[in-house]
Each structure stands twice: as structure tokens, then as C-alpha cells.
């Protein structure tokens, strides 16, 4: 729908990073608190920026036999760590704090304790919130009335406050929220004009999240999206980014199940592997899990988890490679555990000259959907190997032990593989 429709944004060379940079937050359950104790915690010295690709990213300069390679923070004018100030909104009253006690993402006496003064002092304001779009959250810090223009005049206002009463120079704002309802393209959103009549008539194809971006791209701030769901991607936010020089980006912050799929799948089409099968198993805890339980929210994190292996495979140009991935195509199955923590696995059936292959990775991350600064743990596996090599189960995956393989031209040591 964005390539059909797509708008030209303008290329203004951007200002200099000067003054303070506040970051709005519509969300401030265990994604926004864990980004914010990241960012503390390092100001203070007590944590590392680990997963920052700002922070500690670098870029290569000439050759890579030059030595050039300065940080990003050094090569391109960034907001230093010190300029950050955070707001945010959340339709439950609790603080930064006790929210991310709550979450139990962090560790409290090492992450959280230390920085208590600091998480007490970021309270949410009231949130534009419907049940309608996430109906397993319950809030009572909400906006009065239903009036969808009124409440996008209301975060209007919030947004000139905060940037007044914090002595921000610039702003961005980004969706930490619960992920909504799956939400197709309509007539309402093909325009801005056709947009703004929406919100006079309270069209139900307008999201709470859709005011959020309407009110930072009316009010001159950049938009990132952090969840699947329908809400800055459409022609009539495009079309109001432009008018505004504003950018916007995002569809969710894909750091988990997702991310896994897009670091193999191209490394499997880059080597055209005969992919004839892939099985993900996605473990949500946290109010994400509580949130996805219901079908309807379900379905806008499943649209976006199977288009993502589709786009990157394009099976109608490489069909002699993905013809079986084509007819079994892929399958995600999702559990929701009553745990702070996220995990899941992903296993893929191939084959390379007509010898079968398979594989599993087993991820585990402290947090829904972390974005850097992050406390996430991570842990990768990953066993390929021939059928004539090793010996295994024909009836599927199996567990190994960290023992290495004693079969020649064969190692194994990971916690988690699988064999055939």
C-alpha cells in the first residue's frame, strides 16, 4: 500500500543536535521503563548502552585497512545521552517506577533501586484510550470524553507543555503501546483531508494510536511506530509528514521472533537453500502476552510475523528454491505465559544439493519488544549439518547436550540443535 501511494518527504539537510531533546512516550509499561532505566543507568555510569547502535555503533571510512572507523555519536551530530528528557502517557497511573517493578523485567536491586528517585519523578499523563482497540487493558488514567478530535487537540496541548515546561529544543515521539486491533487501510485514511473528517465523526477506523502520530506530525515532531499495528504507515500521515517536514518510521520494533527471521532468511536465500519449511514458536509474557491473548490484537502481530519471510524470500521470483515453502508456508505458533520474560524458537527445514538440512535457534530476551539502550539477554544456537554426518531423530528436532559430536568433520556444542 506505501509503494503505491508513496510520498515524496523532503530532504532538508538536518540542524545540528543543540539543547535538550525530550522523547515522548505513548506507554509506559515494561518497553518504555526499560529504555529509560538503560539510559539512566548508563548517564550514571552504573550500566553500558549495550544494544545502542547509536552509542556504540561505528561506521567505516575508506577501506577497512585505513583504521577509520569513529563511532557514530562522533561522526553524525547526536543528542548526547545527558540532553534526554522523558514524558510519557499510559491509561494506568503507576510511575516509572512502580511500573517497572511491575513489568519485573529488570533486576530491582541492580537496575531499578539505584535509579528510584529518578523513575519516581516520570508520571504518565492521562492517556487517549479506547478498551475497543486493546480490550484486555483496564485504565483508569484516561481523557475525558470520546470525542476523537478533542482528544487529539488534548495530546496536542500535552506535547507544547511538556516541550515548555522541560526547555526542550526538539522532540520525538514513540509508540511503546499495547499493540491494537488489526486495523486495514480504508477511505479514511487515504487522505489528510479525509483523515481530519474522520476525526469530526468518530470513524472507528481511527486508532487511539493514529492521534498520537496526528498530534506529534501536526505539532512538528517526528513519529516512530514500536508496534505492529496500523497508525503512522498510511497515505494521510505520509501526507501530513510531508506538509509538515516531518519524518516518521516504524512498524514495530521487531526485536524478537521477527528479528530472528530477518537475519536467516536472507542468509538462507543468499545462499538459495531449497527452503521447504520454517516453524516458530513465540513465548509472550508480560502485558504483551496479556494483550495478544485476545484474537483480535493477535491478528495484527500474526499479519505482520508472516509477511516479513514472504517480502525477504519472494517466492515467485525464486520458486525452484521455495516451491515446497510455498505450499506449507510458514507457521508461528504463539503462547502466552504469565512471565516478565520473552522466548521462542525457530526452525527451519532446507536442503543444499539435495541433502536435507535443519536447523533451531532459541532466543531470550528480558523484555516484549527492548529498544536500545536494553538489558535483553540473548542466547543463540544454531547446529547445520548433512544427514550422512550425524545421527538423530527422523521424526523431528531434538535436544542435544553441550558434549561435542564425536563424528568426524562434525562439532557440536550448542544447548539447543537439531538433526535428521
Known amino acids: 500500500m506505501l509503494e503505491d501511494s508513496a510520498v515524496n518527504l523532503p530532504h532538508a539537510a538536518p540542524r545540528p543536535a543543540e539543547g535538550r531533546l525530550g522523547i515522548l512516550l505513548p506507554g509506559l509499561g515494561a518497553v518504555a521503563t526499560t529504555f529509560i532505566a538503560g539510559v539512566e543507568l548508563a548517564r550514571r555510569g552504573i550500566g553500558r548502552p549495550i544494544g545502542s547502535v547509536t552509542q556504540l555503533g561505528t561506521i567505516r571510512l575508506g577501506k577497512r585497512s585505513e583504521g577509520r572507523t569513529p563511532r557514530m555519536s562522533e561522526f553524525v551530530s547526536l543528542s548526547t545521552l545527558n540532553d534526554l528528557v522523558f514524558g510519557a502517557w499510559d491509561p494506568i497511573p503507576d510511575d516509572a517506577y512502580t511500573s517497572a517493578v511491575t513489568a519485573g523485567v529488570l533486576n530491582r536491586h541492580e537496575h531499578i533501586e539505584p535509579i528510584a528517585d529518578f523513575l519516581r519523578g516520570i508520571q504518565p499523563m492521562p492517556a487517549a484510550f479506547d478498551q475497543r482497540y486493546v480490550k484486555k487493558l483496564h485504565g483508569t488514567n484516561v481523557k475525558p470524553g470520546t470525542s476523537k478530535r478533542e482528544w487529539a487537540e488534548a495530546l496536542r496541548e500535552d506535547i507544547r507543555r511538556f516541550k515548555q515546561k522541560h526547555d526542550c529544543d526538539r522532540l520525538v515521539m514513540v509508540w511503546c503501546g499495547s499493540t491494537e486491533v488489526y486495523i486495514k487501510a480504508s477511505e479514511v485514511h487515504q487522505s489528510l483531508e479525509a483523515f481530519e473528517a474522520g476525526l469530526d465523526a468518530n470513524d472507528d477506523a481511527i486508532a487511539p494510536s493514529m492521534l498520537y502520530a496526528y498530534a506529534a506530525l501536526t505539532e512538528g515532531v517526528p513519529y516512530a511506530n514500536g508496534a505492529p499495528n496500523l497508525s503512522v504507515d498510511f497515505p494521510a500521515m505520509l501526507e501530513l509528514a510531508a506538509r509538515n517536514e516531518v519524518p516518521v518510521a516504524g512498524k514495530d520494533f521487531k526485536t524478537g521472533q521477527t528479528l530472528i527471521k530477518t537475519v536467516l532468511a536472507p542468509g538462507l536465500k543468499a545462499r538459495m537453500l531449497g ?118 531423530s527422523r521424526s523431528g528436532f531434538r535436544s542435544t547436550s553441550r558434549a561435542p559430536c564425536t563424528r568426524r568433520r562434525c562439532t557440536r556444542s550448542t544447548t539447543s540443535s537439531s538433526s535428521r
Open 275 to 392: 527452503l521447504d519449511g520454517w516453524f516458530s514458536t513465540n513465548i509472550l509474557g508480560n502485558r504483551d502476552g496479556e494483550v495478544l491473548d485476545d484474537p483480535e490484537s493477535f491478528k495484527t502481530k500474526e499479519e505482520s510475523k508472516l509477511s516479513v519471510l514472504e517480502h525477504i524470500l519472494q517466492p515467485d521470483l525464486y520458486r525452484s528454491c521455495t516451491r515446497t515453502f510455498i505450499t506449507k508456508s510458514a507457521s508461528t505458533t504463539t503462547l502466552r505465559a504469565a512471565t516478565p520474560r520473552k522466548g521462542g524458537t525457530t526452525s527451519t527445514s532446507a536442503a543444499g544439493w539435495t541433502i536435507p538440512c535443519r536447523s533451531r535457534w532459541t532466543f531470550c530476551a528480558g523484555t516484549p519488544s527492548s529498544p536500545p539502550p536494553s538489558y535483553s539477554t540473548w542466547r543463540s544456537s544454531l547446529t547445520w549439518r548433512p544427514v550422512r554426518e550425524c545421527t538423530g
